[in-house]
């Protein structure tokens, strides 16, 4: 709601320095993309939204103004910052009893199927590896190999690779608990 | 060549540009290799479905609002910090002899700006968690344009134009929009414009037609920026957004060219004040001379505004509680019980409005297929 808050931000740059107005520009211009991708891994709407929270209150601290570096750093700190979350299974399980997953379901049937396959996928994503369930989360959120590089720090020509091996691992992961 | 490394195998259907020619050359006559690249591809296409499910759509407004909140080291109380800040007023569907369409369309839209009318919901900063009715008489809807400064027709409508500003005694009322209501080709350019997911009924009542129709109300922000006259609220601004809004109409299968059932879905209005408490702006808009006692008293019955969204109930209509997929709603219907109408909120902070010219049990049972 950057209309209301104009005057107030304008304030604030005077007395505190404080660029309120250049950082909203920033945060709406990524927080669907973010909130995107933390929601691919936390598997509810508001818990990624939380993490979308944290992530760029963080932003803010670091990048102090200067945001141009700070696109690719949001979207890479989502995915971690996420993964943190379900990796942190105490505190996540107490948020889980709290906060209701929410999302667009058509159906009760499809409910159902949409619970299953979220658990089943944040379950998945637990066992990973970390570097190859961010690669993961990164590429299905759109990244190019590219941006997955930059935000792991491999070559470029090891994005496929780690692809590859995280979905393999994946499909082994889903055969074995079919079977079980 | 050597055989083709999974990596490159994996990369070659998201980005082939950037994999050289002469591995497309080389699965042309490697059978493994391209055996390979199908078991690849079916790894990639099942991961792909794990990931892919109904997007969020979050609310920026929102997020910014709390996020700005904490940066400047106010954070919100816990039980504040999963509540969205919103206000508004959903329009009354309207009845047969005003025009569903006008009274949906408008009304989904006009939130904000006939908001006003509801004085109180203006100021609200939080989610309404629930909808409660608020019974309208002709010489309220007077009062509150008298008030507001804009015709009758305005204020249960919307603004005249898509964008403009007006003076009213205690300040001003700025409003922009990107546009005014207008018909869309199809549900798909509809959601695409809207930002949401629409679900639309599967099974339509008897009489209803299956040729629908898609209108989309671009959002709408306005803002109230209090003057000296609200002493207690000097330099306040209260700025509602509201929108966009997807209304689908279905014809009646024969009679009267109107639409016998609207669905109508918006996100929920969404309120933020630049100081001026919630408690105060309600004081001063309910103490305003020529408000009527009466709806003023209403309104304050109707407890914790901020968690509250008023629905206006025209004069005769009978009003009663109902769930509708489990979320509460209010039923409204009519004094001849020809048409009626449902609204509700979900607890993805959508809005939804079934109206038509219906009986209450064929309204209830579309709306349960929206969920």
Redesign the interface.
């Known amino acids: ?5 104009r ?2 931000e304008r304030a604030e740059c005077r007395d505190g320095g ?1 660029d ?1 107005a250049g ?2 520009a920033f ?2 211009d990524h ?2 993309v973010v ?2 991708l933390a ?2 891994v936390v598997c509810d ?2 818990g ?3 993490v ?2 944290d992530v ?2 963080a932003a ?1 601290r670091r990048f102090g103004g200067d945001y141009e570096q700070a696109a690719g750093w949001v979207r890479v700190a989502a995915v971690h910052t996420a993964l943190n979350v379900v990796r942190g299974e105490r505190r996540r399980d107490r948020r889980q009893v709290s ?2 997953a ?7 049937e499809d409910t159902v199927l ?1 619970r299953e ?2 658990a ?2 944040r379950d ?1 994503l637990r066992r990973l590896p970390r570097r190859s369930a961010a690669a ?2 990164m ?3 759109g990244m ?2 590219g941006e997955i590089a930059d935000a792991l720090g491999i070559k470029v ?12 691992a ?2 082994k992961e ?1 055969d074995r608990e079919t079977r079980s | 060549m050597r055989h083709v ?7 070659l259907d ?2 082939p540009l ?1 994999v050289p020619d002469r591995v497309s050359k080389h699965l042309v006559g490697c059978a493994r290799c391209s055996a390979r690249r199908v078991q ?1 591809a079916r ?2 296409e ?3 479905r ?2 892919s ?6 609310d ?9 909140n ?2 400047r080291g106010s954070p919100l109380d816990s039980a504040d ?2 509540r969205r800040p919103v206000s508004g007023l959903w329009r009354r569907a309207r009845f047969p002899r005003l025009s569903l369409r006008a009274g949906l369309v408008i009304g989904a839209v006009g939130v904000a700006v006939a908001g006003t009318a509801a004085a109180a919901t203006l100021t609200t900063i939080f989610a309404p968690t629930r909808v409660a009715p608020v019974s309208l008489t002709r010489s309220d809807v007077r009062a509150i344009s008298a008030l507001v400064g804009l015709g009758d027709s305005h204020v249960l409508g919307g603004f005249p134009t898509s964008s403009g500003s007006r003076a009213v005694h205690f300040g001003t009322i700025k409003w922009s929009s990107s546009g005014s209501a207008h018909p869309v080709s199809s549900l798909a350019e509809a959601t695409a414009q809207a930002g ?2 629409v ?1 639309l009924p599967t099974r339509l009542p008897a009489g209803v037609g299956a040729g629908r129709q898609f209108l989309v109300q671009p959002r709408v ?1 306005a ?1 109230v920026k209090f003057n000296s006259t609200a002493a207690a609220l000097r330099g306040s ?3 509602l ?1 509201a929108g966009p809004a997807v209304v689908a109409e279905y014809p009646a299968v024969s009679g009267p060219h109107l639409p016998a059932l609207v669905v109508a879905t918006m996100r929920r209005p ?1 309120a ?3 100081g001026a408490s919630m408690g105060r702006i309600e004081a001063f808009l309910l103490g305003q001379p020529g408000i009527p006692p009466q709806l003023a008293e209403e309104i304050r019955l109707l407890g914790n505004l901020r968690t509250t969204l008023p629905v206006p109930v025209p004069a005769g209509a009978s009003v009663r509680s109902v769930r509708v997929a489990g979320w509460p709603g209010i039923l409204l219907a009519d004094s001849s019980h020809a048409a009626a109408g449902v609204i509700w909120e979900d ?2 902070g959508m809005l939804h409005v079934v109206a038509g010219l219906l009986d209450s049990q064929d309204v209830l049972n579309v709306a349960d297929q929206l ?1």
């Open positions: 709601m950057g209309l209301l808050a005057d107030d404080v309120l950082f909203e945060f709406r927080y669907m909130v995107r929601q691919s709407s508001q990624a939204q939380d979308a929270q760029f209150l803010y906060v209701p929410v999302g667009s379901l058509p159906s009760a949409e396959t979220r089943e996928l998945l993961l989360v590429r299905h959120g190019s190999y020509g090891h994005v496929g690779t780690l692809l590859r091996r995280a979905e393999s994946l499909r889903m | 490394p999974d990596g490159v195998l994996r990369r998201d980005e950037a690849i790894d990639t099942r991961a792909a794990l990931f499910r109904p997007q969020l759509v979050p920026t407004d929102v997020a910014w609002a709390r996020l700005r904490e940066l910090r999963h949401f997911p679900s922000h803002t601004a209260v700025t957004g969404t933020l004040s630049s607890g993805r969920g």
